[in-house]
């Protein structure tokens, strides 16, 4: 089963409740939450008064992905905020900061997640792997919506897939970047089966059609 993750950052922000309806009338999966600090990627997004709102307003699976540095400072408020999946990024701090973070988030009963940069190497993953519910791999550099999708990060994909269905992990595989209905495809043969899309579905009038289209329906 592949899961549509459209991405909020590119919804239209003063009508965020109707747009939520869309995508999920449209049939997507999960929403996914992109917040940035203007630290660990050059530009600023959403936080946590805005996670809050959305919690209330849906039941939607809500898919944080938290672009910060030293994000074990944050990952409980995201959690309390109501969050159902934490992101981190491998690059955000040192290792042990990185583990005491995912294993807080699953602490507080929600699934951890560890991001990886286009620069990162897919092994990278491998020292938290008993640590993390998803690996995502970033096919854009983190920071902005609306880039190309990086064609060479299939190759990480398919490693990190080949390393979890080596070892029968229960690991989920998301991608993040320039996914649209052309792109998506690749991704799914590649191994991901968590498809994030931002740009693809929000800059789409007819939501579910955008959704349909990338999960190949
Ligand atoms: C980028 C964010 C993405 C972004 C995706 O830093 O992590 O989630 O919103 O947008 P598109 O799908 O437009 O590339
Ligand atoms: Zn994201």
Redesign the pocket.
Known sequence: MVRIAP?I??ADFARLGAEIDSIREGKADWL?F?VMDGLF?PNLSIGLPVLESVRRYTDMFLDV?L?IREPGRYVERFCEAGADLVCIHAEADAEEGIRAALREIRRLGKKAGLALKPGTAWDAALPFIEDVDLILV?T?E??????SFMGDMLDKVRAIRGWIDERGLDCMLEV????DADTAPRCIAAGANVL?????VFNKPDRAAAVAAIRGA
Do not use: E, I, N
């Open positions: 991405s950052l590119a996914h992109d990627v992905h672009m970033m854009v983190p920071g902005f919506g609306g880039q993040d970047g320039g996914v994030v899309a931002g740009s693809a």
